[in-house]
């Protein structure tokens, strides 16, 4: 089988974990921003998370050098388009990619040229490949909360035109839902989808809270609802998908192994699971070696993939129209 030819779906896809490392030299040079090296091969290396990363934190890391380099609107809107083309070369027929507004206004960009700047980027790539996508809005679960809402206005206009959803992101404490519900209620009002990272470190409780508390209509991870039933038996009887993410879940020890994983579980056990990368170059991945890793590594067959595959269709945050146009990809 060649995977690269499947289509392919990622709804879990960070833009600040998916640059190319060419792009990040080329980018500092430019901007006159010192670097550690100038070889390609060190920057690599600086980008990638190593397999033995002891946790989330330090894997957490490596989003440092590219966000240094991604505060003017020049830089967003290549970044964005770069990612949404080298998707589109494997064969991924729809992309939502997920950042934090909020991370990139160091250089004085306001909210509406760093929105802009990314749907613009995305935009020209669906112009020249057979892609279509959508931006998700994350927000840093330990950053300060006084933006929250204006970066909801702020995106407001460009719903159903390039932004889709609001997340919130970065290390997960148990029980953080709680101080979230008001922002969570605030999108949700506004016409945003919700997808929350949750139990991705080991916490159950807080994917029931997410979908209890914050209406998350798919959850990040979410893979360890193993450990808790009423957070399971939710996600099932609800039909929330999960955006599992098998490499980076490997990286930050949220599984010990991929064979531990428990995509196939999910899977017979008709909860919907979806594949995705998080972070392209973070992880050192694509969505086709995500595929190919979890079919070889399971033993799925091609009607399991697309079973996959028919569950991102029908969780992705995009119009009636796409969704009809990526379900023509799925074998009659």
Do not use: W
């Amino acid at each position: 089988m060649q995977f690269i030819d499947l289509p392919k779906i990622d709804l879990h896809c960070h833009l600040d974990g998916s640059v190319r490392p060419e792009t990040i030299l080329d980018l500092a040079n430019q901007q006159g921003i010192s670097l550690p090296t100038q070889d390609i091969e060190q920057i690599r290396e600086l980008m990638i998370a190593p397999e033995t990363c002891p946790n989330l934190d330090e894997y957490l890391k490596r989003f440092d050098l590219p966000l240094s380099v991604m505060q003017t609107a020049d830089a967003l809107e290549r970044i964005s388009f770069e990612l949404y083309e080298d998707a589109a070369k494997e064969n991924v027929k729809y992309l939502e990619v997920r950042f934090g507004p909020l991370l990139h206004l160091e250089s004085g960009l306001t909210l509406e040229q760093v929105l802009s700047s990314v749907v613009n980027g995305m935009k020209r790539a669906e112009s020249l490949y057979d892609i279509k996508g959508n931006y998700i809005l994350s927000i840093l679960r330990h950053a300060p909360k006084d933006r929250i809402k204006e970066v909801l206005d702020v995106g407001q206009p460009y719903l159903g035109n390039g932004i889709a959803a609001f997340d919130l992101a970065g290390g997960e404490a148990a029980g953080f839902c709680a101080e979230f519900v008001p922002y969570a209620e605030y999108a949700k009002d506004r016409g945003y989808h919700v997808t929350i990272h949750a139990g991705e470190q080991g916490v159950g409780q807080n994917v029931y809270d997410a979908i209890n508390l914050l209406g998350a209509e798919r959850i990040g991870h979410g893979i360890h609802i193993t450990g808790h039933q009423a957070a399971y038996d939710m996600v099932k009887d609800q039909h929330i998908a999960l955006e599992t993410c098998p490499s980076s879940n490997v990286q930050t020890k949220a599984v010990t192994a991929l064979s531990n994983h428990p995509a196939k579980v999910f899977l017979k056990d008709g909860i919907a699971i979806t594949i995705n990368t998080d972070n392209r170059t973070v992880s050192n991945t694509t969505m086709t070696a995500e595929v190919e890793k979890v079919m070889q590594e399971f033993a799925l067959t091609l009607d399991d993939y697309f079973k996959i595959y028919s569950y991102s269709v029908e969780s992705a945050f995009t119009s009636e129209q796409v969704k009809r146009h990526l379900r023509s990809f799925i074998p009659a």
